[in-house]
């Protein structure tokens, strides 16, 4: 650090907080500008973790499907492998974890090319991932794996500097308080006092994340969830102040208007460039969040679909949250080890048309679909998605100068290119001997010199 002058600091002491201090209003906090760390990221991985990994059927959502709801399927499930007088705690003592190695997850997940990492560390159940002195008995210190399952994960993963985010959930299913609260018609505040305030100020002073990616906050409003004034402090006044991104997830209609980034819905994705950040979240099992003993191959995102839908989303200016599930044991199941894995070799090539790019002048090319664009200062990044069948890549856009370079990403030596009707450009593709991209899945090509 450098060495500041006493009025220097004095000023700043006095002057410069005062200032810029935010008012526990979204006029104010929308005004804080992202930090900048998290647009640079562009791709994160997501894990639901929790007590419903135990039973992991159906999805995340399981003791609300099967208790709330009392859907047919969930009731047969419990019928027919359960004990008649089984609740949804008695699934606690059986969240083992006991195969969980955080260095093993966090070395699949640098492999896989992601910048951030979310954990669930409290889910609509209630189940805290850490031990909070308001989670009494409902958590991962004093039952299941007798972990701090949240402070494992986040020091793996900052070894390797990738940063890390916590999914929190504002509400609880289940919590007599919330459901006194709600029954009140949310006129009291019980819970958010006794509970949810509490947990979010331990989670902000005990880990000091990097996203707090808020959740179930779409039954009561900003009002009763307090939630500006918690910004206002996470933004002025707490440890990670300079650093912390959060969501949009805050109140009943906060979702794509108020917050940090817009998440908006879950798996949204935008037809036109948004103007303002946002972040897709998904999960390579289509059907659920939490992990799923019976899921099929047919019900996952394969390579080409999640690279494909990474540099969509790139192009449209959002940052890629991708999901898997791990188990109850703690494993990240094979199959997604091999698709993140296979995104990494991706990334490894085509991952300076990615990491820390900026939406171009066009986002893709209309008449194909299958061409997409990012730049960065010096370049125009054409990444697409099908390999023409004449090995003519034809891009109406990008008006050339006089002098201009064409590439393509992991492959050396520059490509041969014509004027295409008015204004764009028709690229001779290289020959790309077998095996000398990792996934070819999308392909990028560097234009230096385009407009
Ligand atoms: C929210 O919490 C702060 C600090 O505890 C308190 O001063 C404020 O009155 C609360 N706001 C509401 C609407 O309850
Ligand atoms: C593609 O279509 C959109 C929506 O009609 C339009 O805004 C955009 O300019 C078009 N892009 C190109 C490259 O023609
Ligand atoms: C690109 O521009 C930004 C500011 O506009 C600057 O911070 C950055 O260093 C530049 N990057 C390169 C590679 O020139
Ligand atoms: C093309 O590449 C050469 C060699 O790397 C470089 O000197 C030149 O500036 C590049 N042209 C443009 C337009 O970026």
Request: one cysteine or more; a negative charge.
């Amino acid at each position: 650090m450098e060495q500041v002058s006493g009025w220097a600091l004095l000023f700043t002491a006095l002057v410069i907080p005062a200032a810029g201090r935010y008012t526990p209003d979204w006029s104010s906090l929308d005004s804080r500008p992202l930090p900048s760390w998290f647009d640079e990221a562009k791709f994160g991985v997501f894990l639901h973790w929790g007590v419903f990994s135990v039973p992991s059927f159906g999805s995340e959502w399981f003791w609300w499907h099967w208790e709330a709801e009392g859907q047919e399927q969930y009731q047969k499930f419990m019928q027919k492998n359960y004990p008649p007088s089984f609740t949804y705690a008695d699934f606690a003592p059986q969240f083992t974890a006991e195969f969980f190695d955080p260095e093993s997850w966090a070395e699949l997940f640098e492999a896989a090319g992601v910048r951030y990492v979310v954990l669930t560390t409290k889910h609509h159940e209630g189940f805290t991932n850490w031990k909070t002195p308001v989670s009494w008995n409902w958590n991962s210190v004093d039952t299941g794996p007798h972990r701090d399952l949240v402070d494992d994960l986040g020091q793996a993963v900052r070894k390797r500097n990738l940063r890390y985010g916590l999914y929190h959930s504002l509400l609880e299913w289940f919590h007599p308080l919330y459901l006194m609260d709600k029954k009140n018609g949310f006129k009291t505040q019980n819970f958010v006092f006794g509970k949810t305030m509490p947990e979010l100020y331990d989670l902000v002073l005990r880990y000091k994340p990097d996203i707090i990616w808020s959740d179930g906050d779409w039954e009561a409003p900003d009002t009763y969830w307090n939630s500006t004034y918690f910004l206002s402090w996470l933004y002025n006044d707490s440890p990670v102040k300079d650093t912390v991104v959060v969501n949009d997830r805050w109140c009943k209609d906060c979702s794509c208007r108020h917050g940090g980034f817009f998440n908006c819905a879950d798996k949204f994705q935008p037809g036109t460039l948004p103007d303002h950040k946002w972040e897709m979240c998904t999960s390579i099992d289509t059907w659920s969040w939490g992990y799923r003993r019976n899921m099929q191959t047919s019900q996952l995102m394969d390579e080409s679909r999640i690279i494909s839908d990474l540099v969509h989303t790139v192009s449209l200016g959002g940052n890629y949250l991708l999901n898997v599930g791990p188990t109850k044991d703690g494993m990240i199941a094979p199959i997604f080890q091999e698709r993140l894995r296979a995104v990494g070799k991706w990334l490894s090539i085509n991952g300076e048309a990615i990491y820390s790019s900026k939406p171009w002048r066009v986002q893709k090319e209309n008449d194909t679909d299958s061409v997409w664009y990012t730049c960065s200062n010096t370049s125009v990044y054409a990444i697409f998605l099908q390999w023409p069948e004449d090995n003519v890549l034809k891009l109406p856009s990008p008006i050339p100068a006089s002098n201009i370079n064409v590439t393509m990403l992991g492959i050396s030596g520059t490509l041969k290119w014509e004027p295409y009707a008015d204004k764009g450009l028709s690229i001779a593709l290289p020959y790309v001997p077998s095996g000398a991209l990792p996934m070819e899945a999308a392909w990028t090509i560097r234009l230096e010199g385009v407009k």
